[in-house]
Structures are given as structure tokens and as C-alpha cells.
């Protein structure tokens, strides 16, 4: 289980995606989201990738992904996600 705290804000460089084969808890809140985004001024990061099963349990709430590839549900995954927007992206789920 990794959990990422309300306010957190992560930066992602040279199209590296964020890989979750376990479970991902991204919970921010209306007032303070959870910032997943590129480090730098150009250009898109990976996806963030659920693969598997395991990571079945995995929930995005009231986070913010901005110019990523793409979020992907692989081999099962099954993820929650709601109270989010994902913008500047080349594509969405």
C-alpha cells in the first residue's frame, strides 16, 4: 500500500510513467488536491499505469493530472477514480 498525503504534488520528467503494480491511495480533498505533473516547462511525462489485479484497490480522489500521456488500467486493474480532472493530456483513461 503507498499513500500519497492531500497537498502532495508529484513531478514526472522524460516521458517516465508512474508504474503501480500494488495499491496506489491518492486521496486529496476539494480544498486541497493531490498534483501529478510534468517537472519542467515542456513537453508530457508517462502514464500513470495500473497493472494488474493487485492493484485493484487503487483509488484516485481529488487529484489533478496534468500533461501526462495517459492513465491506463492493465491485466484486471480495476481502479477508482472520481473527484478529478485530468487536463493537458494526450489522451484520458
Known amino acids: 500500500l ?11 520528467y522524460n516521458s517516465l510513467p508512474l508504474s503501480v503494480k500494488g495499491t496506489l491511495n491518492a ?5 486541497d488536491s493531490i498534483i501529478f505533473t510534468r517537472g519542467g516547462s515542456t513537453g508530457t511525462w508517462g502514464s500513470i499505469r ?4 493487485s492493484s485493484s484497490n487503487s ?4 487529484v489533478k493530472v496534468t ?13 477508482t477514480i472520481q ?3 485530468i487536463q493537458d493530456c494526450t489522451e484520458g483513461i
Not at 503507498?2 to 514526472?12: R, T
Not at 495500473?50 to 489485479?53: E, L, Q, R, T
Open 83 to 85: 473527484n478529478s480532472r
Open 2 to 12: 503507498f499513500v500519497i498525503k492531500e497537498g502532495a504534488e508529484l513531478n514526472f
Open 27 to 31: 486521496q486529496g480533498t476539494a480544498m
Open 50 to 53: 495500473f497493472d494488474g489485479s
Open 67 to 79: 500533461y501526462a500521456s495517459d492513465i491506463q488500467c492493465l491485466n484486471s486493474a480495476n481502479v
Open 59 to 62: 483509488i484516485l480522489n481529488y
